[in-house]
C-alpha cells in the first residue's frame, strides 16, 4: 500500500475543490456528471504510518483520571503508555504489556486486562472525535456507575470491540458496533442504553448512533430506512 | 488504484457557479463530506470476516505435515500466535496490534483544497487488507482497502452530494 507522493497531489490537484472548479470542460452537463480518472481525483490516499491521533491524545487526558475513579491504578501513568503504544507504528500487545507491568506491580493479569481494555477505550473515544467532526450521530450517553459517557467499546474488562460507520439507505449515517467475530467474544449479560443483552457478541452490527434507528440491528435499520 | 468511478451532484451548474466565490462557505462541508467518504471506506474494511480454521483454538497436538501449515498453530484475534506443543502446552506470542481498531483518518487541507488519508499503521495491514494481500487472507474473507473504496463509492457520491445541496442551501439564504 504506497500512499501518492504530495507532488502526485499538487499536480493533479487532487482535492473536490479542485475537481468541481477548474474542470468545468471536462463536465459532462447534460447528465450533471463529473467524469474523474480514479479516485485518486477526489483526494483520498493511504498513509500506512498514520497512527490514531485522537484515540492517543485522549489515552492522555483521560484514561488516568478514568482508571482512578474505577480504584485500578494507584501509581505511574498508564494513560501516557497507553498514549505512546497507540503513536508508536508497530508495537505489538506484548510491548503494550511489558511497558504497564512496572506500574502495575508486575501482576500479569493487570497489565492484560488493564491493557487492552484502555487501548479499546481510547480508540473508541478517539472514533468518536472523528465521527462528530463527520457529523455522525454519537451514541446515547450511558452511565457505567462510575463514569458517564457515550456508549460503546469497551463493553467490559478485556473487550476487543470497537465501531464502524455505515450509511443507511435515507443517507442517515450511523455508528455499528464490530466485534472479531471469534468464539472469544464475550456472551455474558450487558447492560446497554437498548436493554441488557447477551454480551457483546449479540451487539455485532447494532446501530448505536442516537435516533429513531438506536439499537437496531443494521438489517432493520436498512429495511426501516428504505421504508421511509 | 481503484477503478474509475463517476460523482453525480444534483444542481452542479449552480454549485459550480457558487464556489467561484464561496470556497470559505465551501471548505467546512467539503471537509465533512471528506470525513464521511472515510468513515465509509473505513466502515468497509473494518469488518471482519468471521473467524475461520486459522483462528480455532486446538486442543490436542497433532503430528505436522511434511508440508502445509502447522495444524498445531493458530491465530487468536487481539492476541497473536498461538500454538500447542507435543506436551499439550498452550504458547503464545502476543504480537497483536489491533488491527482493525488501527484505522484511522485525517481531513487535511493543502494548498490545492483537501486530501482525505487513511491510515493504519499495523505491520501485517499490507498483507492482510492491502495490495499485497496474501491469498489465505483472501479466501478467508477479508477484503482489501481497494475493494472497500469500491464498495464505498455510493456513500463517497453521496457525501459530496449532500455538501453540495447544503451549500446551495447556504449560499440562497
Known amino acids: 500500500m504506497n500512499p501518492l507522493s504530495p507532488e502526485f497531489w499538487g499536480a493533479e490537484r487532487g482535492t473536490l475543490l479542485a475537481v468541481l472548479l477548474p474542470a468545468i470542460e471536462e463536465i459532462a452537463i447534460a447528465g450533471a456528471n463529473i467524469g474523474l480518472d480514479n479516485l485518486a481525483q477526489v483526494g483520498i490516499t493511504l498513509d500506512p504510518e498514520l497512527t490514531h491521533a485522537q484515540a492517543a491524545r485522549w489515552a492522555r487526558e483521560h484514561t488516568d483520571a478514568l482508571l482512578d475513579r474505577f480504584n485500578t491504578v494507584t501509581q505511574g501513568s498508564v494513560g501516557e503508555i497507553v498514549q505512546n503504544w497507540i503513536a508508536t507504528p508497530g508495537a505489538t500487545r506484548a510491548d503494550l504489556e511489558a511497558r504497564l507491568l512496572p506500574i502495575l506491580n508486575e501482576n500479569v493479569a493487570r497489565a492484560e486486562s488493564v491493557g487492552v481494555t484502555e487501548v479499546t477505550r481510547a480508540m473508541a473515544q478517539g472514533e468518536y472525535q472523528s465521527y462528530a467532526e463527520a457529523g455522525i450521530a454519537l451514541p446515547p450517553m450511558f452511565s457505567n456507575g462510575v463514569d458517564t459517557a457515550p456508549f460503546g467499546p469497551p463493553a467490559h474488562p478485556r473487550c476487543r470491540c470497537w465501531t464502524r460507520v455505515v450509511r443507511l439507505p435515507d443517507n442517515t449515517w450511523v455508528t455499528v458496533w464490530a466485534t472479531n467475530r471469534d468464539e472469544l467474544v464475550c456472551q455474558q449479560k450487558l447492560k446497554t442504553p437498548f436493554g441488557d443483552v447477551q454480551g457483546c457478541k449479540s451487539l455485532h452490527n447494532h446501530v448505536l448512533s442516537a435516533g429513531k434507528y438506536a439499537g437496531m440491528t443494521l438489517t432493520e435499520a436498512e429495511r426501516t430506512a428504505r421504508n421511509g | ?173
Open chain 2, 1 to 173: 488504484m481503484a477503478d474509475p468511478f463517476y460523482i453525480q451532484i444534483d444542481g452542479l451548474d449552480e454549485l459550480l457557479d457558487a464556489l467561484e466565490t464561496a470556497a470559505e462557505q465551501a471548505q467546512p462541508l467539503l471537509e465533512q463530506a471528506m470525513a464521511r467518504s472515510l468513515a465509509a471506506i473505513q466502515g468497509r474494511v473494518r469488518e471482519y470476516p468471521p473467524a475461520s480454521e486459522a483462528n480455532r483454538p486446538r486442543t490436542t497436538y497433532q503430528t505436522p505435515p511434511l508440508r502445509g501449515r502447522d495444524p498445531n498453530r493458530w491465530y487468536e484475534r487481539g492476541y497473536g500466535t498461538k500454538w500447542i506443543t507435543a506436551d499439550g502446552k498452550v504458547r503464545g506470542k502476543k504480537v497483536s496490534r489491533f488491527l482493525g481498531r488501527q484505522w484511522t483518518q485525517r481531513v487535511q487541507v493543502v494548498d490545492t483544497g483537501i486530501v482525505g488519508i487513511l491510515g493504519n499503521s499495523t505491520p501485517y495491514a499490507d498483507e492482510v487488507q492491502g495490495r499485497s494481500q496474501k491469498a489465505y487472507h483472501a479466501r478467508r474473507g477479508w477484503i482489501t482497502l481497494d475493494t472497500a473504496i469500491e464498495q464505498s463509492t455510493a456513500d463517497i457520491e453521496a457525501a459530496f452530494a449532500e455538501a453540495a445541496d447544503q451549500l446551495l442551501a447556504a449560499l440562497a439564504d
